[in-house]
């Protein structure tokens, strides 16, 4: 999974919640680039997933929230294997309508390992 770089980021933040099971996000991963790894996610679940840029004690808006459903193993090997999320820079950075980038509007894609 994939968000923008954020200029004057010193870390970023990220946050999920287990669609059904959870009703608030969690913190699940903090990194001073935009490269998380999430484990723990069983197939079939869905989640949400958002992301936060930080810089000292400040923090930016919350990116949009991305959805992603786990696929479920094809084969016996697979349905042994742990997935996990990984999130990653994007090439392609947004800013805001202020000329700022504060992590509002962050786009993603997901892939499993």
Do not use: W
């Amino acid at each position: 999974m994939a968000c923008d770089l954020v200029a004057l980021a010193t870390r970023y933040r990220v946050r999920m919640m287990i669609e059904g099971v959870e009703s608030d996000y969690r913190l699940v991963g903090s990194s001073s680039a935009p490269l998380v790894s999430i484990s723990g996610i069983a197939p079939g679940q869905t989640v949400q997933i958002i992301v936060q840029a930080v810089n000292g004690s400040l923090q930016g808006v919350a990116s949009d929230p991305i959805e992603f459903t786990v696929s479920l193993p094809a084969t016996k090997a697979a349905a042994e294997a742990k997935p996990v999320l990984v999130i990653e820079p994007a090439s392609n950075g947004h800013a805001n309508g202020n000329g700022h980038r504060n992590g509002n509007g962050a786009h993603a894609r997901g892939a499993l390992i």
